[in-house]
């Protein structure tokens, strides 16, 4: 039973940034927000996770907003490779069970 | 660093066939998962062990599946007898306990005719 609420799909432009938004308005001081993606046909990939500071890496930026109802993974210049299911996931600090929902279809358009 | 290995890669069985799945963790991680993904949907935690013991298997339909990590490295998960409702890809995961990051392997795809 995910907790959070992500939109089934989102189209984006090669190039320009894809910012997926994520609701998590049931999320308590001690979860982290996680982001994964899945391409076709592979494993879940890691892509970042906070728990209040906005994160950033080398494959995406995470904005948690002020009262961490709501979360926005920014992938800063989308490419073609990028298209895949994007799954938002809250877990707490002291629990490894990471429960995906249904996830967000991105497909980036040339 | 070498990422989480599974095989097979793909399997097909008929039903009332038993299976085995395959999975080498990242070196050095404690935790190993195995996750059922159903086509269309998340991936479905069925078990995690932490080294060689059972955290949660909770999700593990006990009757037919099974699961071990007898030296606390790789691990076996085994469906007998399958059924047709357990065609799905079956992922492995590992996490150390130092950053408990999850990283998965590609899976194995089971088809059950």
């Known amino acids: 039973d995910a907790k959070t609420t992500q939109p089934p799909s989102m189209d984006c432009a090669e190039g320009r940034a894809a910012n997926l938004p994520c609701n998590h308005s049931?999320?308590?001081?001690?979860?982290?927000v996680y982001w994964y993606r899945q391409i076709h046909s592979q494993g879940p990939q890691y892509i970042i996770h906070?728990?209040?500071n906005n994160e950033t890496n080398e494959m995406a930026s995470l904005i948690i907003t002020e009262d961490r109802k709501s979360s926005t993974l920014i992938l800063p210049h989308a490419t073609l490779r990028d298209t895949a299911v994007y799954y938002c996931i809250v877990r707490a600090v002291n629990d490894y069970k990471l429960s995906f929902g249904a996830g967000t279809t991105v497909t980036v358009r040339a | 660093e070498a990422g989480v290995a599974q095989s097979p890669r793909y399997k097909i069985i008929e039903k009332r066939q038993s299976v085995a799945f395959w999975c080498n963790p990242i070196?050095?991680?404690?935790?190993l998962y195995w996750y059922q993904q159903i086509l269309g949907q998340g991936p479905k935690l069925l078990i995690q062990f932490q080294n060689n013991g059972v955290v949660d298997d909770s999700q593990l339909p006990k009757d037919r599946f099974s699961a071990e990590r007898l030296k606390g490295v790789d691990s076996t998960l085994k469906i007998q007898p399958a059924k047709l409702e357990d065609s799905a890809v079956y992922l492995c995961?590992?996490?150390?306990?130092?950053?408990?990051?999850?990283?998965f392997g590609p899976g194995t795809r089971l088809t059950v005719l």
């Open positions: 070196s050095g991680h404690a935790t």
């Open positions: 995961a590992s996490s150390s306990q130092r950053t408990d990051t999850q990283y």
């Open positions: 049931t999320i308590s001081g001690n979860e982290y």
């Open positions: 906070g728990l209040k």
